[in-house]
């Protein structure tokens, strides 16, 4: 479903800084694979999902999604087959429109804006019933600003918003990661849902290890721009953290830092 071969991505070129965050990346996902993707700081791991996305050009290699070759393509032209969430709640909702025009737009993603755009009693009975199944209450306060929200609501609402027309694929950049454990857990057992329910291809980024190993069928490991493990199905299930430090001194011929977040 997902195809990258031999993607390299070079910021800064032909300067001092200059510095190669991919180098030579290639793997594949399935349809409905579920890829946690875990490294240190500076791994690539964002940059990666930014490259897949279109935010970032790429220098060599092939980005396929769903038999199209999107290496070329920008951000706004493969919007329609990628849903995104961002580590930081702000992004990805409009803070001074109401939720339900949020999800209004969600709906219309990848579609031809006209001058008659209006909300429909069909669509907000639709809105009110997805709403409803984050608990939070927001089914009852369509017109709220998001802005008025709090992270953890947004956050909901975002994931909602990005999995509404069922993405050929979902690319989560650490979202919990600005939440405070409580939401945090509440959020990724909502994706855990969603992801599920509508076999919706997913690659999460994350630093937490726990999470990593806990949530979904694959994991992938960077380290200096490049893939140093895959593991997957029940070879994943078995995985424990004490373990998945010794693959990564193994593969990597050296040892985490003493980063609490990598450890938690």
């Keep these: 479903m997902l195809s990258v071969k031999g993607l390299t991505k070079v910021f800064n070129i032909g ?16 349809e409905g694979d579920f890829v946690t993707l875990i490294g240190g700081n500076g791994s690539g791991k964002s940059t990666l999902l930014n490259c897949i996305a279109g935010v970032y050009p790429v220098e060599h290699g092939s980005i396929i999604i769903d038999g199209l070759d999107v290496t070329k393509l920008n951000e706004h032209k493969r919007a329609g087959m990628l849903g995104r969430v961002f580590q930081d709640p702000m992004l990805g909702t ?14 219309r993603r990848g579609q031809r804006r006209t001058l008659r755009w209006g909300i429909s ?24 600003k998001v802005g008025l929200l709090s ?32 939401t945090a857990q509440m959020v990724l057992e909502l994706s855990d849902q969603f992801i599920r329910e509508s076999r919706i291809t997913t690659l ?15 994991l992938i ?14 070879d994943k299930q078995k995985l424990t953290i004490e373990d998945l430090l010794k693959r990564f001194g193994k593969a990597s011929g050296e040892e985490f830092d003493n980063d609490t977040a990598l450890l938690s």
């Design 151 to 182: 992270g953890g609501q947004r956050q909901a609402l975002t994931l909602v918003m990005a999995t509404l027309k069922n993405p050929r694929l979902l690319l989560l950049d650490e979202h919990t990661s600005a939440l405070d454990p409580k």
């Design 121 to 144: 009693n069909k669509e907000r009975e639709q809105y009110k019933k997805l709403l409803k199944r984050l608990e939070l209450g927001l089914e009852e306060r369509l017109s709220t």
């Design 15 to 30: 300067t001092v800084n200059e510095k190669a965050a991919l180098k030579d990346i290639s793997f594949s996902l399935d």
């Design 204 to 218: 999460m980024v994350t630093h937490n290890m726990r999470d990593a190993i806990k949530h979904g069928n694959r």
């Design 94 to 107: 409009a803070s001074n429109m109401g939720i339900e025009e949020n999800l209004a737009l969600a709906l």
């Design 221 to 234: 490991m960077m380290h200096n721009g490049r893939i140093i493990l895959d593991i997957r199905d029940e």
